[in-house]
């Protein structure tokens, strides 16, 4: 099993993709994927850097939370850090 930094790092590879298909409904908005947040307010505080060095790191404006894409799943699914590996890994990021 991949570690957790590999995890994230592959999934940083293909952000939007990624972001559509876990983090909809959301928009992009430049080098950014703009969602409300894991707890679904309307405020739209939460996004995802898309490309460049910050690659899939994400910031809660309104909490200044911050994190990456395996954190976001990892939050929004409710699992545990390696149930978060055990189910990213089976999705077959490559």
Known sequence: MLSASQLANRLARDAEAVCRHDLSPARRAGNYWIVGAIANRSDKSLYVHLSGPRAGR??????????????????????????????VSTRGIS
């Open 58 to 87: 994400s910031t809660d404006a309104a909490t200044d939370e911050y994190g990456d894409l395996l954190d976001l799943a990892r939050e929004a699914c409710g699992w545990s850090t390696v149930s978060t590996q055990q189910n």
